[in-house]
């Protein structure tokens, strides 16, 4: 599985952006699909999550209500849409894959990572 994820940018507070993570390898109601963020200096933390089959969406409190997860198989492509961005957004995003696990939330879980995409949101 690769992943190949854009879309990150800079931003003002408040703006909205979409990331995508286009899959290739395996079809993407087969995977479960994550993504993760590194604030500059801080550890990677969960932001969102895709269960295979496109199910189940799961969200980090922080995010929870502004961002959106969602898949389309037809490109074979996962988004984050992020909305009322703040400045605490301000991270390199990951889109994951994990071939073998129905959802996750630990870094882990996810056995395929995409190369990360900047998003800074400027105050």
């Known amino acids: 599985v690769q992943l190949q994820a854009s879309g990150g940018g800079l931003v003002q507070v408040g703006a909205s952006l979409t990331l995508s993570c286009s899959v290739s390898g395996r079809t993407l109601g087969r995977v479960g699909m994550g993504w993760f963020r590194r604030p500059l200096g801080k550890a990677r933390e969960f932001v969102a999550a895709l269960s295979m089959g496109g199910s189940t969406t799961y969200y980090s409190d922080s995010v929870k209500g502004r961002f959106t997860v969602s898949g389309d198989t037809a490109k074979n492509t996962v988004y984050l849409q992020m909305n009322n961005l703040r400045p605490e957004d301000t991270a390199v995003y990951y889109c994951?894959?994990?071939?073998?696990?129905?959802?996750?939330?630990?870094?882990?879980?996810?056995?395929?990572w995409g190369q990360g995409t900047l998003v800074t949101v400027s105050s």
């Open positions: 994951a894959a994990a071939t073998d696990r129905f959802l996750g939330t630990e870094g882990y879980e996810y056995n395929e």
